[in-house]
């Protein structure tokens, strides 16, 4: 599963290393795109992403977002994937 989201979002408005482990691809978002946009815009193409502010302890930092890929399987992950670049491209590039 991890392999399969890592692969389908290559490509996408944003940067990430495939995790060697655990159950999260972080994704760090282009310049000038705000994590609770990003979410926002992933929300309503149908994917659920992480606002990644909510996961640092000190200073939040909105250039990321956190994606999980230990409950789907992976025909739904590259959907998701595919659904996320779509709607991050649309939202951000056109603007």
């Not at 996408?12 to 282009?30: M, N």
């Not at 609770?36 to 992933?42: K, N």
């Not at 000190?58 to 992976?74: C, G, H, K, Q």
């Amino acid at each position: 599963r991890r392999k399969a989201l890592s692969d389908a979002l290559r490509g996408g408005p944003f940067t990430f290393e495939e995790p060697q482990g655990g159950f999260f691809v972080w994704l760090r978002l282009d310049d000038g795109v705000a994590s609770g946009a990003a979410a926002a815009a992933a929300r309503a193409n149908g994917v659920l992403v992480s606002d990644g502010r909510t996961f640092f302890e000190d200073e939040p930092d909105a250039s990321y977002v956190r994606l999980s890929f230990s409950m789907l399987d992976e025909t739904s992950l590259v959907e998701g994937a595919e659904r996320l670049k779509t709607a991050l491209a649309q939202t951000f590039m056109s603007a």
